[in-house]
Nanobody, 125 residues
Framework: QVQLVESGGGYVQPGGSLRLSCAAS????????MGWFRQAPGKEREFVAT????????YYADSVKGRFTMSRDNAKNTVSLQMNSLKPEDTAVYYC??????????????????WGQGTQVTVSS
């Protein structure tokens, strides 16, 4: 069992930056693939970024590539999402997720077994 709690969301003007954090409780955190997803009102939850347990490789959605950076600290059971050059289109509730690397697509919500409650990010002038 893994419990995830996101923090760091808020209101920011276009071009600004925010850093989201996800604190995990429960053992075996380091064995999970971690992901960030976001969901805007009226839209499907979409993939943002993911990183493997080994931290060797990370993947990003095309919409955020070059602007967002995901990292994890297995010793502290945390993952983060540094968001730079924010755009109004980035406005959404951001969710942290954890899943095992036993099959399926790491870009799909179906891969992940555990989810945080989300943190709101609003980008507006």
């Amino acid at each position: 069992q893994v419990q995830l709690v996101e923090s760091g969301g808020g209101y920011v003007q276009p071009g600004g930056s925010l850093r989201l954090s996800c604190a995990a409780s429960g053992r075996s955190f380091s064995s999970y693939t971690m992901g960030w997803f976001r969901q805007a009102p009226g839209k499907e939850r979409e993939f943002v970024a993911t990183i493997s347990w080994s931290r060797v490789i990370a993947y990003y959605a095309d919409s955020v590539k070059g602007r967002f950076t995901m990292s994890r600290d297995n010793a502290k059971n945390t993952v983060s999402l540094q968001m730079n050059s924010l755009k109004p289109e980035d406005t959404a509730v951001y969710y942290c997720a954890a899943g095992r690397s036993y099959g399926g697509s790491i870009y799909s919500t179906d891969y992940y077994d555990y989810w945080g409650q989300g943190t709101q990010v609003t980008v507006s002038s």
